[in-house]
């Protein structure tokens, strides 16, 4: 009759060693079982365990087949990570750091990297900064110390310096939606100046001339193109103060609600809208909502929002689109040719981005004809 060795006690208090069962396998709370055990039970070296879970060849298919049941048999799992590192390669893991996963922008970024990512065999570990810099920097730092093959990042932080190390150890990074500060990278950005530009110049021609931009925070740099394009179309095409109804700081659809609110409460209030992302053009649309009920009889206010979104068809809600999955997509093919050739120069690409026309960026202004 099999015996079954029992965890004992130890005099100094440590913990217990963990129970094992008759064939081998630890009991559940048990320590995770090593290659050595699975050599142990199938009577083969260290070495030779290593080459039939690693898939080498050369190995007798009778020596194989009993060193796989024996690791079946204890629930043995490879360490994928460490066997590539091992082997003088490196991890098939990606890590990408979001701004913020609630966002369905990200999202779409997340799905074009890992299609692409797929492609080439690699697997993707998604997290998010909350666009919060310190929050960045440790995501950041707990994916290299994990040792990813290569590093995704929209950087929300201003001072990216610190991966400088990690870049000159050939550590495929690269940054998307956003450009770094402090270090030069692969980087994936949208076309913001020619979103805004066109966008402008369509609310301009429809006769507004009293036009408002509400922004997210001020120090992140997609803001900061949209803002400056803003100002320089306006001031281009003769109007003064063109920041007079410039908002930033709306960073949810509640702040955007407000921001909106208290434009439209102004003695001269804007004619139109242009919002500076999808969470913002929602918190417009609430806004313009609330002012319809209250008011009316009050002229229709125009509203062209940066990104597209869902719903957005249904709601005729004019839009600065472009293609956010063929953004993660161009990202991922960076880190895929860095990890191949790491001695490329920093590339830059632009995603193109159009105007999608569906009807509340075509209200007419005061000044139309």
Not at 109 to 122: F, V
Not at 256 to 271: G, Q, R, S, W
Not at 312 to 332: I, S
């Amino acid at each position: 009759m099999a015996t079954q060795e029992m965890a004992q006690e130890r005099p100094d208090g440590a913990a217990p060693s963990p129970v094992a069962a008759a064939d081998g396998a630890p009991r559940r709370g048990g320590r995770r079982p090593t290659l050595a055990a699975v050599a142990e039970l199938a009577g083969v070296s260290l070495k030779t365990a290593s080459r039939v879970l690693n898939d080498e060849p050369n190995v007798a298919t009778a020596t194989r087949e009993r060193v796989r049941a024996s690791a079946q048999q204890l629930g043995f799992r490879r360490n994928a990570v460490a066997a590539d590192l091992a082997r003088g390669g490196s991890s098939r893991l990606v890590g990408f750091v979001t701004g913020d996963l609630a966002n369905p922008f990200y999202s779409a970024l997340a799905s074009g990297i890992e299609r692409e990512l797929r492609r080439h065999e690699l697997q993707l570990i998604t997290t998010s900064s909350d666009e919060e810099p310190d929050r960045e920097r440790s995501v950041t730092e707990a994916l290299v110390e994990r040792r990813v093959g290569a590093l995704v990042v929209t950087p929300t932080s201003t001072d990216h310096a610190s991966l400088q190390t990690e870049i000159d150890s050939d550590l495929p990074v690269v940054f998307v939606d956003r450009p770094a500060q402090g270090v030069e990278a692969d980087t994936v950005v949208l076309d913001n100046r020619g979103g805004v530009r066109d966008a402008v110049t369509h609310l301009l021609a429809h006769g507004h001339r009293r036009i408002a931009l509400v922004g997210d925070v001020s120090r992140l740099w997609t803001f900061q193109e949209r803002r400056d394009e803003f100002v320089a179309t306006l001031r281009d095409a003769g109007i003064e103060d063109p920041s007079r109804y410039v908002r930033d700081g709306a960073h949810d659809d509640t702040l955007a609600h407000a921001f909106v609110t208290d434009l439209l409460a102004l003695p001269e209030p804007p004619t139109a809208v242009l919002t500076a992302n999808n969470k913002i053009t929602v918190g417009a649309l609430h806004a313009l909502r609330d002012r319809a009920s209250a008011r009316p009889d009050a002229s229709p206010v125009a509203l062209v929002g940066f990104d597209d979104f869902a719903l957005a068809d249904l709601l005729d809600v004019t839009v600065v689109g472009y293609d956010a999955v063929e953004m993660g997509r161009q990202a991922a093919s960076l880190a895929v040719s860095r990890r191949e050739d790491p001695d490329l120069a920093p590339r830059m690409v632009v995603v193109p981005t159009r105007l999608v026309v569906r009807g509340t960026g075509e209200i007419a202004g005061p000044g139309s004809a």
